[in-house]
C-alpha cells in the first residue's frame, strides 16, 4: 500500500539557510500533519492542515512556515536556520481529522545544520 | 502532569516473555488513544489504535483501556529480538501528544 513521502530523506544546510521539506500524504488522505524530533526525543507537533487550510498550530517557530496545496501535498518552509533546528522532521497523513483519525507517518526528512 | 506520561525504561525481557507496556493520561486528552513503534532512526509505526474500556487484540499485541484509571497498556506476547525498539503512547487533547515513550530490549 502506498505511504507517505517525504523529500529529501536527508538535508544538509548551514545556518542563517532556508530549507523546504516536502510531504506527500496517502492517496485519499486529506489532512497533514508536522513534527519535529529531536535526539532522544518523542515528536513534537508543529503544525497540521485539513483540506488546505490550518487546522492546528503547535509548537512550530516563526521562523517556518507551511502549507498545504490543492494535491494535499505540504511543504514546510524554513529559515534563517539554526543549530538547534538539527532533528528530524516528520510528516505524518490521516482521512478527515478528529480524534479518531490514526495518524500515519512518513519516513522523514533528517535534517542537519552545519 | 503531563498530558501523556510513560515510563521511559529501558524494559527488559527475555524471548518468548510477556513485555508490559503502561502509559498514564491526564484528563485533557481525548479518549482515543494510540501505540506506535519506533526504531532508532525511523518513523513511528502505528501498532494499535484503542478508543473504549477493555482488551482489543491484533497478533500477538493487546491494547488495553482503563477511563476509570486513566490509563491504557500494550501487552506484547510471545516477544521476539525484532521487538526491541521504543514504544510509543498517544493520544488526541488539543493536538495528537505523545508520551516519551519506552524503550523495549527483548533479550535472545
Known amino acids: 500500500a502506498a505511504g507517505v513521502i517525504q523529500s529529501p530523506r536527508h538535508l544538509i544546510k548551514e545556518k542563517r539557510e532556508t530549507a523546504t521539506l516536502k510531504c506527500y500524504p496517502i492517496p485519499r488522505h486529506d489532512t497533514v500533519y508536522w513534527y519535529q524530533q529531536g535526539p532522544g526525543q518523542d515528536p513534537q507537533f508543529l503544525i497540521s492542515f485539513y483540506e488546505k487550510m490550518q487546522s492546528d498550530k503547535g509548537s512550530i517557530p516563526d521562523r517556518f512556515s507551511a502549507q498545504q496545496f490543492s494535491d494535499y501535498h505540504s511543504e514546510l518552509n524554513m529559515s534563517s536556520l539554526e543549530l538547534g533546528d538539527s532533528a528530524l522532521y516528520f510528516c505524518?497523513?490521516?482521512f478527515g481529522v478528529g480524534s479518531n483519525q490514526p495518524q500515519h507517518f512518513g519516513d522523514g526528512t533528517r535534517l542537519s545544520i552545519l | 502532569q503531563k498530558e501523556v506520561e510513560q515510563n521511559s525504561g529501558p524494559l527488559s525481557v527475555p524471548e518468548g516473555a510477556i513485555a508490559s507496556l503502561n502509559c498514564t493520561y491526564s484528563d485533557r486528552v481525548s479518549q482515543s488513544f494510540f501505540w506506535y513503534r519506533q526504531y532508532s532512526g525511523k518513523s513511528p509505526e502505528l501498532i494499535m489504535s484503542?478508543?473504549?474500556?477493555g482488551d482489543k487484540e491484533d497478533g500477538r499485541f493487546t491494547a488495553q483501556l482503563n477511563k476509570a484509571s486513566q490509563y491504557v497498556s500494550l501487552l506484547i506476547r510471545d516477544s521476539q529480538p525484532s521487538d526491541s525498539a521504543t514504544y510509543l503512547c498517544?493520544?488526541?487533547?488539543?493536538?495528537?501528544?505523545f508520551g516519551p515513550g519506552t524503550r523495549l530490549s527483548v533479550l535472545p
Open positions: 505524518a497523513s490521516s
Open positions: 484503542i478508543y473504549s474500556n
Open positions: 498517544a493520544a488526541y487533547g488539543q493536538n495528537f501528544v
